[in-house]
Structures are given as structure tokens and as C-alpha cells.
């Protein structure tokens, strides 16, 4: 299994504003990602961070919105930047590990006035 | 239409008791059908992997069923405790790409 750590763990913020979340894996891992969950939907795959190139975007999101790093195999960080209310979510790092199971952090709840 | 279609949306049961959650998927290629447990505030925790050719798994007091043919899967939990008040995340795995659906939230009360 891996354990991911994220922070911030929640915080609030001004909208316009933009904040970095940043999630930490205790192993080297290979695939990384980004969901977005919000309120009474369900779990939206953002990027697949990739590890000294650029994240892989889903459609609907784009790299000026959320840049991601990812500088080694157990690091990465998302920004949600020039936020307004609509951004306010949770979101979550994710990894797969190798039988294919994939391990959440706990999630960062962002909430934007 | 989500891929991905959860029922109940939500489900309030008392201590002791069992319950089954029911996904639906409608897109194939198929190659495993997931559930997670999320509790509140927290990230999804695995629960059961399953691949087309397996019927049901087990992980403790949760019991998950899949019938690939009709494309519905199912989660029984046995004797419930007020611990498993949380969120049911069925996930559908294929062309290396997951669908989730939106939940059951389930509630256990005393």
C-alpha cells in the first residue's frame, strides 16, 4: 500500500486568489494523479502528473487553471489558480500502486468566498 | 449520463443490520469494477477489485457481487456498525480509464 499525505487539509480562500496543494507519497510511484470532487458528484479526473514533463490534462481542464509539478516519483503539487466560488471542492491525489489498486490521500477542501 | 449509476442515493439503516448497495455501468470495454469506502472528510479507501471473470469478493462484512452480463454490481454489508456511516464509491475500470459514480451514502444509527 502507499500512504500519500496532502496539505492544506482544507483552507478557505478569496476569490481571485490561487493556492498550491501539495501531496507526498511514502514510495516511488509511477502513475500520480489529480481528481476534483465536488459537492454530491462524483470523483472527476483533472491531470496525470507525469515526472519531468507536462501533466495530461482531461477535457475541461487546462494547464493555466491547474498547473501541476511533478519534480520526482513521490512528489507533486496542483495550483487551482484565480479561483472563484465554482472551485470550491475537494481535491484529491491519487496513485497506483502495482496490482493496479489505486490510494487516495485525504483530500484538501477548498473552499472559495 | 454518468457511466456510472448508483442506488440508493442514500440509505439510513439501524446498527446490526444488513444492507445492499447497487451500480450500475454502462460502458464497456470492461476490465474491473471497484468500491471504495470514503468517510467524511476523509479520501476513498479500497474495499473490493473485481475482474469480469469473478462473481463476488468478500472483505470482511462487505460482500461485493458483479454480473458482468447485465452490468450491475452490488455491495452487501453484514451486520452494520455505526462505522461504516460513510460513502459507497462503485468505480468501473476499462480502456485504462476509471468511472466513478456519484456514491451511496450510508448511514448507520444506533
Known amino acids: 500500500s502507499a500512504v500519500i499525505s496532502q496539505k492544506p487539509s482544507r483552507d478557505i480562500c478569496q476569490r481571485g486568489t490561487s493556492l498550491t496543494i501539495q501531496c507526498q507519497v511514502d514510495?516511488?510511484?509511477?502513475?500520480m494523479f489529480w481528481y476534483r470532487q465536488q459537492p454530491g458528484q462524483s470523483l472527476t479526473l483533472i491531470a496525470t502528473?507525469?515526472?519531468?514533463?507536462?501533466?495530461?490534462?482531461e477535457s475541461g481542464f487546462v494547464i493555466d487553471k491547474f498547473p501541476i509539478s511533478r519534480p520526482n516519483l513521490t512528489f507533486s503539487t496542483l495550483t487551482v489558480s484565480n479561483m472563484s466560488p465554482e472551485d470550491s471542492s475537494i481535491y484529491l491525489c491519487?496513485?497506483?500502486?502495482?496490482?493496479?489498486?489505486?490510494?487516495f490521500g485525504e483530500g484538501s477542501r477548498l473552499t472559495v468566498l | 449520463k454518468n457511466q456510472v449509476e448508483q442506488s440508493p442515493q442514500s440509505l439510513i439503516i439501524l446498527e446490526g443490520k444488513n444492507c445492499t448497495l447497487q451500480c450500475n455501468y454502462t460502458v464497456s470495454p470492461f476490465s474491473n469494477l471497484r468500491w471504495y469506502k470514503q468517510d467524511t472528510g476523509r479520501g476513498p479507501v479500497s474495499l473490493t477489485i473485481?475482474?469480469?471473470?469473478?462473481n463476488t469478493k468478500s472483505n470482511r462484512r462487505y460482500t461485493a457481487t458483479l454480473d458482468a452480463d447485465t452490468k450491475q454490481s452490488s455491495l452487501h454489508i453484514t451486520a452494520s456498525q455505526l462505522s461504516d456511516s460513510a460513502s459507497y464509491i462503485c468505480?468501473?475500470?476499462?480502456?485504462?480509464?476509471?468511472?466513478f459514480g456519484k456514491g451511496n451514502q450510508v448511514v448507520v444509527i444506533p
Open positions: 491519487s496513485v497506483l500502486g502495482y496490482s493496479g489498486e489505486l490510494f
Open positions: 514510495s516511488q510511484v509511477t502513475m
Open positions: 473485481m475482474t469480469f471473470s469473478e
Open positions: 502528473a507525469n515526472q519531468g514533463s507536462e501533466a495530461t490534462y
Open positions: 468505480v468501473r475500470g476499462g480502456n485504462n480509464r476509471l468511472a
